[in-house]
């Protein structure tokens, strides 16, 4: 895997790699520590898709190789839709067909409402509505109210490490909690989005055992007819097995981005 790099307008320096041959697919990964372009490579999706696609996987702001600003407003949503279509042009293409699995699949629907160089689009594990809603949003609230605090001391200076439970003086040592906050708290402002939003084919894939995005699923029925998303559910699934069960998902996922 040959890493290359690209500069966006506001000066961030995103870092993507490029395997196979064919129309161009865009893999976006999911969030916080442990989650890269490379998660793509390890759980064998790119040396499926490489011989159908010119498959291009890109660190998100925030994440990998990729540059990691901790103030929220880099983690705006037209930046981060922006960062996709700077990296795809640098690769050579206009137009992509897109996957994105969680915090990948929420950038990819406001991406496909937004651009109409988007092809298809699927969307793996996360509901429509806001970017944050829910459990999830109430997991954004707690955290932030715990650690910006603490990572405010650490800015002035004060912060008394002895303080610390000793799980979170790990956390603090190992995780750049900065950055976690910040795309954390951009994504409170990230607006609505809705299926008829959408500008191209979607399939909206979801595992049984994910409770969101099941309910979501069932909030929208209605109002799916009319609009390019179509629904998969997966039995049996939870969130993280969206991703890692990939002898289940992968055959739903290409086929779907093979119908012309």
């Not at 137009?95 to 699995?101: A, D, K, T, V």
Request: contains cysteine; glycine residues 8%.
């Amino acid at each position: 895997m040959i890493t290359k790099f690209v500069k966006t307008e506001d000066g961030i320096r995103l870092a993507y790699d490029v395997t196979g041959s064919g129309p161009a697919l865009v893999l976006l990964h999911g969030a916080g520590e442990g989650h890269t372009r490379q998660s793509w490579h390890e759980a064998g999706y790119v040396a499926r898709l490489k011989d159908s696609y010119t498959v291009i996987t890109i660190d998100a702001r925030g994440h990998g190789e990729s540059d990691r600003p901790e103030t929220a407003d880099a983690y705006t949503i037209s930046k981060m839709c922006s960062d996709i279509l700077t990296v795809v042009t640098d690769a050579g293409f206009e137009e992509f067909n897109l996957w994105g699995f969680s915090f990948g699949g929420n950038i990819g629907r406001y991406l496909a409402s937004q651009s109409k160089r988007v092809s298809k689009f699927a969307m793996v594990g996360i509901p429509f509505g806001l970017a944050a809603s829910g459990d999830f949003l109430e997991f954004i609230h707690t955290f932030r109210a715990k650690w910006d605090p603490i990572l405010q001391a650490q800015r002035d200076g004060t912060l008394d490490l002895d303080q610390l439970e000793t799980e979170d003086r790990e956390d603090l040592e190992e995780v750049e909690m900065g950055v976690f906050v910040a795309w954390l708290t951009a994504m409170l402002d990230w607006g609505n989005n809705e299926p008829a939003d959408l500008l191209c084919p979607t399939l909206w894939l979801s595992g049984t055992e994910n409770k969101s995005t099941i309910d979501s699923m069932a909030h929208y029925d209605a109002q799916l007819s009319g609009t390019q998303v179509q629904v998969a559910k997966v039995d049996g699934l939870n969130h993280q097995q969206e991703f890692f069960e990939i002898d289940t998902v992968f055959p739903i996922l290409s086929a779907f981005l093979n119908l012309e």
